[in-house]
C-alpha cells in the first residue's frame, strides 16, 4: 500500500481538472450567450458602481470582461473563468483565464476583471499570441468597497489596465502566482 504526500495528492488534483477541461468544445452549446449575457452585466455594474472607468473605455482599442473568476488554494492554488473580449462594444472573440499560485496560502474568492487595452499594439499582441500571460507591462487597480477608480494620467500611459473588483470571499497568504489567458470557443 502506497502512501500519497500532500504535494503528490495536489498535483494529480491539477493534472485530472486539466484532462476534464479539455473534455468539452462547445459546439452546439449556449455557452457563448451566457458568457455575453455576464460580461453585459458586469460591465453595466462596473460603469454603475465606479462612473470613472466609462474614461478607461472611451480610451481604450478594446477591452476583455472576465465576469466571475475563482480561486482556492491551500499551499498551491488555481483559478479560472471565462469572458469576452469586446472591441467598439461587439465581441469578437471569447477567452479563459487560468489562474495558478504557489505559497503560502489559504482560502477561496472570486471577483470580476476587465482588461482594458489602451493602445493598438496591446490589442494586436494580445489577439496574436498563442495564449497571453498577464506581465509587468499591466497596471493593476483594485477597487476595494467604498473605493474611487480613477483614470490617471499614469495609469493612461499603461498598455493594459486591470480593474479588479466585485471580491468575494477570503483568500490570505503569500504566493508567487501567474495568469494566462487563451482564446477558446466555448
Known amino acids: 500500500m502506497s502512501n500519497i504526500t500532500r504535494r503528490g495528492f495536489a498535483l494529480s488534483g491539477l493534472a485530472a481538472a486539466g484532462m476534464t477541461a479539455a473534455c468539452g468544445n462547445g459546439v452546439g452549446s449556449n455557452a457563448s450567450s ?6 453585459d452585466t458586469t460591465l453595466d455594474y462596473l460603469f454603475t458602481e465606479y462612473p470613472n472607468t466609462l474614461d478607461l473605455k472611451a480610451k481604450s482599442t478594446g477591452m476583455l470582461v472576465m465576469p466571475l473568476i475563482t480561486e ?35 482560502g477561496a474568492q ?42 490617471e494620467t499614469t495609469n493612461l500611459l499603461a498598455p493594459v489596465i486591470a480593474v479588479i473588483f466585485g471580491q468575494a470571499g477570503l483568500k490570505v497568504g503569500a504566493t508567487l502566482e501567474g495568469i494566462k489567458y487563451t482564446r477558446i470557443i466555448p
Open 72 to 106: 482556492a488554494g491551500f499551499g498551491f492554488g488555481g483559478g479560472y473563468g471565462r469572458g469576452a473580449l469586446r472591441i467598439n462594444d461587439a465581441t469578437v472573440d471569447y477567452y479563459s483565464a487560468t489562474k495558478g499560485s504557489v505559497g503560502l496560502q489559504i
Open 110 to 151: 472570486q471577483h470580476a476583471h476587465v482588461l482594458f487595452f489602451m493602445t493598438d499594439g496591446a490589442l494586436t499582441e494580445f489577439r496574436s499570441s498563442n495564449g497571453w500571460a498577464a506581465g509587468a507591462g499591466v497596471q493593476y487597480v483594485v477597487a476595494n468597497e467604498g473605493a474611487n477608480i480613477s483614470a
Open 34 to 39: 451566457e458568457i455575453d449575457a455576464r460580461a
